[in-house]
T-cell receptor
Framework: ELKVEQNPLFLSMQEGKNYTIYCNYSTTSDRLYWYRQDPGKSLESLFVLLSNGAVKQEGRLMASLDTKARLSTLHITAAVHDLSATYFCAPNSGGSNYKLTFGKGTLLTVNP | NAGVTQTPKFRVLKTGQSMTLLCAQDMNHEYMYWYRQDPGMGLRLIHY???????AKGEVPDGYNVSRLKKQNFLLGLESAAPSQTSVYFC?????????????FGPGTRLTVL
């Protein structure tokens, strides 16, 4: 059974600072998704990482995947208030490319 | 394109009552999913469907039933609601074979069982 662990679960940062969210998973997975959820809203897809060494960037967010270490990271550069949200990682599970297992999420708060 | 829609958006039930949540997608997606989200638990898969007429159990299926009679609709039923089923329910869909298979989520249904 695939287990997903995100760290940290809560992150409070100042605007302009950098930080990284970590996503570890327990068994083989060949793709991983990052989602964003604003309070009271639905989930929005940010990135899909399809292979070892994959790196995707959009704005101040950059995601990477190391399938050998079973680790994905979401790096935040020069945080701004608009990035405040909960971020979920979700690797696919059981060799399928559609069943996802979600981490518990990281609640990010960016303070002025 | 409306994407993925869910009805109702909010519902309050008494213990033992039944209800059906409707999910509809207009993206011609083969795969559809029902998740529940509880504080501090992330999203957990209840049931999913890989095509019209098919359903399968996910991580937490007990107390729920589903049906996929039409490709665009995926129904989640609670036959006898319990307080433990108080949660936010999300439906999602994806297109198998597109390579990336991103799941697109609906707006959610907030269910309270008293």
């Amino acid at each position: 059974e695939l287990k997903v662990e995100q760290n940290p679960l809560f992150l409070s940062m100042q605007e302009g600072k950098n930080y990284t969210i970590y996503c570890n998973y327990s068994t083989t997975s060949d793709r991983l998704y990052w989602y964003r959820q604003d309070p009271g809203k639905s989930l929005e897809s940010l990135f899909v990482l399809l292979s070892n060494g994959a790196v995707k960037q959009e704005g101040r967010l950059m995601a990477s995947l190391d399938t050998k270490a079973r680790l994905s990271t979401l790096h935040i550069t020069a945080a701004v208030h608009d990035l405040s949200a909960t971020y979920f990682c979700a690797p696919n599970s059981g060799g399928s490319n559609y069943k996802l297992t979600f981490g518990k999420g990281t609640l990010l708060t960016v303070n002025p | 394109n409306a994407g993925v829609t869910q009805t109702p958006k909010f519902r309050v039930l008494k213990t033992g009552q039944s209800m059906t949540l409707l999910c509809a997608q207009d993206m011609n997606h083969e795969y559809m999913y029902w998740y529940r989200q509880d504080p501090g638990m992330g999203l957990r898969l209840i049931h999913y469907s890989v095509g019209e007429g098919t359903t399968a159990k996910g991580e937490v299926p007990d107390g729920y039933n589903v049906s996929r009679l039409k490709k665009q609709n995926f129904l989640l039923g609670l036959e006898s609601a319990a307080p433990s089923q108080t949660s936010v329910y999300f439906c999602a869909s994806s297109y198998q074979g597109a390579g990336t298979d991103t799941q697109y989520f609906g707006p959610g249904t907030r269910l309270t069982v008293l």
